[in-house]
């Protein structure tokens, strides 16, 4: 059997003011309380922001902390159905920085795009819109929290230090990811949108992640639509590479 295909690994640094990775737990009164670190779900959405496609699943193998962990709690006006404003109070993340490592591969639910399985193309293209800063804004967990991204090397994310150095920190059980119907590795005729929980630890400020398929805690949740894509829907490789410019990388 032919070994399934993996891309190279990617790496890029990811920071911002404020961050808010809110914790699932704390959403029900209105007010927001971030977990200390970004789940895996908002780096995948964060990394899709650079460069996604239908053809193509990104999966965060690790992350490194590179700042204190900070917070702030502010203050924010809501408006109510009556006119009214009502006063949440929001727990942010502040003065945040991480560097990230991921990689790709092919959807293979995605019969219908398997043309535009082009492994040089699609690297040529994350390297690309890593070196511009992503394809589309990032949000750091929410539209108010601005990131910005750049392209590192492997050597600089090897070498970098975090402050937690020589530390070994565990979150307990954390929210990890969804899997969406579409992304499910073995074919299922499932259609619900799957949630995993997982536990979460630190060592020496890098989290390794483990995939959402290897989770041991899921809750199915809603019925989710399984969109179909043809070459009229989605930019192939091969025609997109050449709308980017720049130097192959």
């Known amino acids: 059997m032919k070994d399934k295909f993996r891309s190279k690994p990617f790496f890029y640094r990811l920071f911002g003011d404020y961050a808010l990775f809110t914790d ?4 029900g009164g209105g007010e927001k309380y971030t977990y200390q670190i970004p789940t895996y779900q908002a780096l995948k959405g964060i990394t899709e922001q650079i460069c996604w496609k239908p053809t193509i699943i990104h ?3 690790s992350v490194k902390v590179i700042k ?22 929001y727990t942010y993340l502040r003065d945040v920085e991480y560097l990230v490592q991921f990689h790709f591969e092919w959807n293979l639910n995605r019969t219908d795009l398997s043309e535009d399985r082009n492994e040089i193309k699609h690297e040529q293209i994350i390297l690309r819109s890593l070196s511009k800063g992503g394809k ?3 949000f750091l967990g929410t539209r108010e929290c601005t990131g910005y991204i750049e392209k590192l090397t492997e050597e600089q ?19 990890h990811s969804f899997i969406y119907p579409d992304e499910m590795v073995q074919n299922s ?15 020496s400020g890098q989290i390794d992640f483990i995939r959402p398929e290897d989770c041991k805690i899921n809750h199915a949740l809603s019925d989710y639509g399984f969109k179909i894509f043809t070459k009229e829907d989605v930019k192939f490789a091969d025609d997109e590479i050449g709308t980017l410019g720049g130097e192959i990388v």
Do not use: C, H, W
């Open 189 to 203: 005729q499932n259609r619900k949108l799957i949630s995993n929980f997982t536990n979460i630890s630190m060592d």
């Open 157 to 175: 994310f090897l070498s970098a230090k975090s402050y937690y150095e020589g530390e070994k920190i565990s979150f307990g059980i954390m929210f």
């Open 68 to 89: 204190k962990i900070q917070t702030e709690t502010k203050g924010i006006r809501t408006p109510l159905k009556n006119g009214k404003n009502d006063l949440n109070y």
């Open 59 to 61: 999966f965060v193998d």
């Open 24 to 27: 699932p737990v704390t959403k």
């Open 136 to 138: 589309r804004d990032i």
